[in-house]
DNA sequence: ACTAAAATAT
DNA sequence: AATATTTTAG
């Protein structure tokens, strides 16, 4: 009978669910309503099942609910975003807006002023698990953001975290510039909220016009909000870095290329530094694995490829075609593929040896022609190679 | 008290 | 733009 056949399907429906549910869980604090949702779902779906057979008139639908029929409408519940004005600005849904017309949204380059005052707030204190109090959106205050949704408009900056990895809280403090002198009265950093489906937005953005809050007491300084770099972000960074073909990108460009609202030149430059200088022996003495125990890949020939990196970095890519990009790819981020899926694996295989990365230490891993380790940088390896 | 990362200064 | 220094979050 086909009734046992569907109540077998109803049960591996229903743990699929539960799988689901247990996955957001952790998202408790985000995502209230889509948890409940699962949890309504798993009910109904185990009442229907205990509930024996017919009648399922009422909640017939429940099963299917979530699936896809019911995102819809529901999604719109889902996205914190509160839009004040009425009026909805549909428009901007993937037009162009490469250009920058966005960091500059309030971001002053005034100098900081040295109006300096009390700082009164800690308002966070009390995380401490972060998994619970990561925040896929910032729950600043101030939603300030007029650009919601980007849908797939790449352009804007939706950024996502966690994924397969790790995922760094926003931090949202406001310390004071008590520098002597100068201050910074830069936009105050408001975050967006931006979620497509599953994504949530990592980069913040100027506010528009829209109108802070009160949150910035009169003080125009305050030392830039930290800019966190996300996995994604940075593997904005890492996209970028390859379209320009190496580390000689100025930031400015790069910048841009990522096309990251509210990233600011400051921001993408001391980042770049940072890379460089971890893309840049790490030398003196690094024995990688050292772990005799074989650590299946580690591999690491290179450089500062931050977790979740790899993956990303090479999907993108992949995808793409640009050749001398591969190459570039190569160079900083050729390894590690993990364990869990994840196709393609390129040449993670001997990781065995240990390699002696020795004094060297630059992973060589460039499938030809290197750099010499001291002397020349990293850098060149797809500049100057390719044709550009 | 230490470190890495980001911000800011030169 | 490159490097150096300072500040700060973990």
Redesign the pocket.
């Not at 310390?175 to 520098?179: D, I």
């Not at 430059?269 to 940072?274: C, D, I």
């Given at each position: 009978m086909d009734f046992a056949e569907k109540m077998q399907r109803c049960h591996e429906y229903v743990e699929a669910l539960e799988e689901e549910r247990r996955k957001i869980q952790v998202f408790e604090r985000e995502l209230p309503l889509c948890l409940e949702l699962v949890t309504q779902a798993i009910e109904a779906c185990k009442r229907e099942l205990s509930g024996t057979t017919e009648d399922h008139n009422m909640h017939g639908q429940s099963e299917c609910s979530e699936q896809t029929s019911s995102e819809g409408p529901v999604l719109e519940e889902f996205i914190p975003i509160k839009r004040t004005h009425s009026s909805d600005d549909d428009e901007n849904d993937n037009n162009h807006d490469d250009d920058d017309h966005q960091e500059q949204q309030s971001q002053n380059k005034n100098?900081?002023n040295k109006s300096n005052s009390s700082i009164s707030n800690n308002d966070h204190k009390k995380k401490s698990d972060w998994l619970r109090s990561v925040q896929l959106w910032n729950q600043s205050p101030d939603p300030p953001q007029k650009q919601d949704l980007p849908r797939k408009a790449a352009v804007t900056e939706v950024k996502r975290n966690g994924a397969g990895g790790a995922f760094?809280?926003f931090?949202r403090?406001n310390?004071?510039?008590?520098?002597s002198?100068?201050a910074?009265s830069?936009a105050s950093p408001s975050v967006p909220a931006s979620a497509t489906s599953s994504i949530a937005g990592a980069v913040t953005g100027g506010t528009g016009g829209g109108g802070n809050k009160k949150e910035d007491k009169e003080e125009g300084n305050q030392?830039?909000?930290?800019?966190?770099?996300s996995p994604e972000l940075h593997r904005r960074f890492l996209h970028a870095l390859q379209q320009l073909g190496g580390s000689?990108a100025?930031?400015?460009q790069i910048r841009e290329l990522m096309k990251v609202d509210g990233l600011t030149?400051?921001?993408v430059?001391?980042?770049?530094?940072?890379y460089?200088l971890?893309t840049r022996r790490p030398s003196p003495t690094v024995h990688n694995n050292s772990s005799p125990q074989a650590p299946q890949f580690v591999v690491v020939g290179g450089i500062w490829v931050p977790p979740t990196e790899y993956a990303a970095v090479a999907a993108t890519t992949t995808a793409g075609e640009t050749s001398t990009i591969s190459a570039a790819n190569g160079i900083y981020a050729p390894i590690a593929a993990p364990p869990p899926a994840v196709p393609q694996n390129r040449q993670l295989t001997q990781s065995e040896h240990l390699q002696s990365e020795g004094r060297g230490s630059h992973g060589e891993r460039g499938t030809h022609s290197n750099n010499s380790p001291a002397t020349s940088s990293s850098t060149h390896t797809t500049t100057t190679s390719p044709v550009f």
């Open positions: 100098k900081r760094q809280p931090h403090e310390s004071v510039g008590k520098s002198h100068q910074i830069k030392r830039k909000q930290r800019r966190c770099w000689h100025t930031p400015k030149n400051d921001e430059k001391s980042h770049l530094q940072k460089r971890h």
